[in-house]
């Protein structure tokens, strides 16, 4: 069955995977899966209608046949587990690899967020130059801890995607690197 899986209407790339649709996308892609877009508008993601799909209002969701999942490090996990190729197959590397989830989730997505909200709500603030400050020494703390246990290849993938090229602890990555190689690293 095609699963269906929802992103924005109107985020400025049009839905195409700039939100947090885009981690759902790349597992879906990755294995090969094919599947369906809904694009939503802010205020249809807030009814009723959408809410019995994800309770916060939120998206990405991810419907397949009766399953209905929304947390987009969920339908990953889902996704790795009905496919081969994402998690390991041994028991310990699997474990390694579901910790390393868990952290991007956890661990290494909350400051980055802290970032994304102090620009979008913070901007008209006094003290808005300041808390920039802060929260950007955060996340190059870090990505430099990242970096320092899986090298540059995740990296630059990170920067790729998100935009942080221009931090200094990404660019000093090496180059030639590509993400797949992070794999050998479970
Ligand atoms: N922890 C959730 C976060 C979901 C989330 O914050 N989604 C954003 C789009 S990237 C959203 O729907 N924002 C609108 C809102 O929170 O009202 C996940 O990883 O799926």
Redesign the pocket.
């Known amino acids: 069955m095609t699963p269906t899986i929802t992103a924005?209407e109107r985020s400025p790339d049009r839905g195409k995977g700039l939100?947090?649709?885009m981690?759902v996308r790349w597992a879906l892609e990755e294995v090969g899966q094919p599947y369906g877009v809904r694009l939503l508008s802010?205020s249809e993601?807030?009814e009723p209608a959408h809410r019995a799909l994800?309770p916060?209002?939120?998206?990405?969701t991810y419907e397949e046949g009766d399953l209905t999942l929304?947390?987009?490090?969920?339908?990953v996990f889902h996704i790795a587990e009905r496919h081969a190729g994402l998690l390991p197959d041994d028991g310990n590397a699997r474990a390694r690899a579901i910790t390393w989830m868990f952290a991007a989730?956890n661990t290494v997505?909350p400051p980055i967020?802290d970032r994304v909200i102090a620009t979008v709500l913070d901007r008209d603030k006094a003290w808005y130059e300041q808390r920039l400050l802060v929260v950007e020494d955060r996340i190059r703390e870090r990505l430099g801890e990242l970096s320092s246990r899986l090298g540059a290849c995740l990296l630059s993938r990170i920067a790729s995607v998100n935009g942080w090229a221009n931090f200094p602890v990404v660019l000093a990555m090496p180059t030639g690197l590509t993400a797949r190689s992070t794999r050998a690293t479970f």
């Open positions: 924005f939100a947090r649709d981690r802010f993601m807030k994800h916060f209002g939120q998206l990405p929304f947390e987009s490090g969920a339908i989730l997505e967020f």
